[in-house]
């Protein structure tokens, strides 16, 4: 077995945790390929593990890599999801960040991930992404993401006007700072933050989130992923933010943009034990009294 280990990049503090799971890896005769920052940022690492290879962009990831491991937070996730594009390889996130709805397996589970990585004995997720077109390249040759697509007004412009469309159907006109477009993994991250509904993530859905709205009656709303969703937008400058989970762009307003379903998917490896329901209620305290 074979796995692509990558993060953003570690403190210098990481050394120690990044050896144990080469170590474990080792122990369980699974084949380390590592990001190559992680070589140089870590001298002790490539001093310490001289076979180990590494990998620097999705074209030198091989076909006999059986997972991809993340080390770090969600954001360390996203970043992932494009590398791997649609090659098919899991991905498996131990979380050194915060919160961790994606990256959900923590420290202290390293040892038991990688035995269920190498006796096979995890599960598998499919998780839909979201594809942005536009008429002109705005996120290069990866126009898709994990999370949520959103429209933004820059810094302390005014609100804008996001025209929405279903198929080509007027939708709403939203007066607002922005607006979300939320996978169903993406519905805990910017639009939960904004009150939008939690999706799960088999729903197939897109949930359409307004921040700030200027009406107080606009509310979320929740549609078929089947839909193409496009926009036109109006406001007293000429520029508004475009964002794909941790990418963002500065646009003209004049720029025509829909987003639709990916056409491929994203697979994603839990334990047993970590359920969606359970990574809720964990991950936000449901049901504990948090006065005591």
């Known amino acids: 077995m074979k796995v692509a280990v990558y993060s953003r990049g570690l403190d210098p503090e990481m050394d120690a945790p990044l050896s144990f799971l080469l170590d474990v890896l080792e122990k369980n005769q699974i084949e380390p390929v590592l990001f190559h920052t992680l070589l140089w940022q870590m001298p ?15 074209t030198d990831l091989e ?7 993340t080390l770090g937070g969600d954001g360390t996730m996203l970043d992932a999801v494009t590398l791997i594009r649609d090659t098919q390889i899991p991905l498996l996130g131990i979380n050194y960040g915060r919160l961790g709805f994606l990256a959900s397996i923590v420290k202290e ?37 994990l999370n949520e697509f959103s429209i933004h007004k820059r810094d302390t412009s005014p609100m804008i006007k996001i025209h929405t469309y279903l198929n080509g159907e007027f939708l709403n006109t939203y007066w607002a700072d ?29 949930v359409i989130t307004p921040v700030a709205p200027h009406n ?61 329901l359970s990574t809720l209620r964990t991950k936000l305290t449901w049901g504990l009294d948090k006065r005591n």
Do not use: W
Not at 114 to 129: D, Q, W
């Open 216 to 276: 107080l009656n606009v509310r979320s709303i929740v549609v078929s992923d089947n839909n193409i969703i496009s926009f036109e937008i109006e406001g007293r400058t000429d520029e508004f933010i475009c964002s794909l989970d941790a990418r963002r762009e500065i646009v003209a307003k004049d720029i025509q943009l829909a987003v639709k379903k990916e056409q491929f998917c994203v697979h994603l490896l839990r334990l047993n034990e970590n359920s969606f």
């Open 109 to 145: 589970e390293i040892e038991q991930a990688i035995e269920a990585l190498a006796n096979r004995t995890y599960l598998v997720e499919k998780r839909s992404l979201i594809h942005v077109d536009s008429d002109i390249s705005i996120f290069g040759n990866a126009p898709f993401g």
């Open 63 to 69: 076909q006999d890599i059986d997972c991809l491991i």
């Open 44 to 58: 002790s690492i490539s001093n310490n593990y001289k076979h180990i290879k590494s990998f620097e962009t999705s």
């Open 178 to 206: 922005g607006l979300i477009v939320a996978t169903p993994t993406g519905s805990t991250g910017y639009n939960m933050s904004c009150n939008g509904p939690i999706l799960f993530p088999e729903s197939s859905s897109f």
